[in-house]
């Protein structure tokens, strides 16, 4: 990586290019260096946002575990930008409302409001026909399944370079890189110490609350959802790690119902069953790598694990909880 490589930094204010410049950017699949534009991503061209982070390296999920490594884009040119997440609508209502992942070929450094063109829909059709959602029968393409792809291995000595990288770029401050380089060692000796208690269940009980988006809930007791666990410390696919003890116990709001899904992995659509996102509990798999990862995936909770709560207005920033690891439901 070249310092000019940094030249988008947190903060700075960019312009989605056009369609038409997209367009041009995209090979006959509409990838660049692997990773697709995506027809959710389109209805930002020619607005401005701030880049909320760089993306120097990203984790990604391989089959068997599951497990995820933390790997480089090509090019080392990707951004994040401060924006709402993936609708999922172009991808068969997908709800894991993933970020969107940003080629600096996809932007312009700008300090002044956009002009859209005049030929703006027409640009919008071109681009679209460009675009596949698909890469098999009853298999998605989108920036999740395209990751392995798009992004190279590092070597440790890589990923701890990136932590200055990311410093001097303004995506992490100098201390909050300190708690991403030393709670990832001190999780590794705590990872001999007991872990969450399970029930060994052959089968694991399903539980139906029909939460909505915007109810309270509060998270069981750490006994209570060991009770519904396996062997493998998961409810029907869905594992829940020893990081619930942090906030066990806890009240969150709902943010939404996660009905379907697209596995990273496979690409094929799951349905997921009687299980919710509870608004601020994003993935911190930081606390297993060194130096973090900006994908920040809201994590997935099971109806089983919660109880609903009849009083009213409570703020999560007070009680918001983190949640280590990563998930994976089958069901």
């Known amino acids: 990586?070249?310092?000019?490589?940094?030249?988008?930094?947190?903060?700075?204010?960019?312009?989605?290019?056009?369609?038409?410049?997209?367009?041009?950017?995209?090979?006959?699949?509409?990838?660049?260096?692997?990773?697709?534009?995506?027809?959710?991503?389109?209805?930002?061209?020619?607005?401005?946002?701030?880049?909320?982070?760089?993306?120097?390296?990203?984790?990604?999920?391989?089959?068997?575990?599951p497990v995820y490594k933390i790997r480089e884009f090509h090019n080392n040119d990707v951004v994040l930008l401060e924006m709402p997440r993936c609708s999922g609508d172009a991808h068969a209502g997908c709800q894991r409302s993933c970020i969107f992942f940003w080629k600096q070929a996809w932007l312009r450094k700008t300090s002044r409001a956009p002009t859209a063109p005049a030929n703006l829909l027409a640009q919008q059709q071109e681009l679209r026909a460009r675009l596949k959602t698909t890469q098999g029968p009853g298999r998605y393409l989108c920036q999740s399944t395209a990751l392995a792809q798009s992004t190279h291995t590092l070597t440790r000595a890589r990923v701890v370079l990136k932590c200055f990288y990311d410093v001097f770029s303004g995506s992490r401050g100098l201390f909050e890189m300190a708690k991403y380089v030393f709670v990832p060692l001190y999780e590794y000796v705590r990872a001999r110490s007991p872990r969450l208690l399970v029930a060994n269940l052959k089968r694991t009980p399903v539980g139906r609350l029909n939460l909505q988006p915007g109810e309270w809930v509060r998270i069981k007791l750490e006994p209570e959802i060991a009770a519904t666990l396996d062997s493998r410390a998961c409810n029907r696919g869905l594992r829940c790690d020893s990081g619930m003890r942090r906030f066990c116990g806890g009240r969150y709001q709902v943010r939404s119902r996660l009905e379907r899904m697209i596995a990273e992995t496979t690409g094929e659509m799951r349905q997921v069953e009687s299980t919710v996102i509870l608004d601020g509990l994003n993935c911190l798999c930081w606390q297993n790598h060194v130096g973090g990862c900006p994908r920040e995936d809201f994590m997935w909770w099971r109806e089983i694990w919660l109880e609903r709560e009849q009083k009213l207005g409570c703020s999560s920033g007070a009680e918001s909880g983190e949640l280590s690891g990563k998930q994976r439901p089958e069901a």
């Open 1 to 65: 990586m070249s310092w000019a490589g940094l030249k988008l930094r947190a903060g700075t204010w960019v312009e989605v290019k056009s369609p038409l410049e997209i367009a041009q950017t995209l090979d006959a699949d509409g990838l660049l260096d692997g990773l697709p534009f995506m027809p959710e991503m389109m209805q930002f061209c020619g607005k401005r946002f701030r880049v909320l982070r760089r993306a120097e390296k990203t984790c990604v999920e391989f089959p068997g575990g």
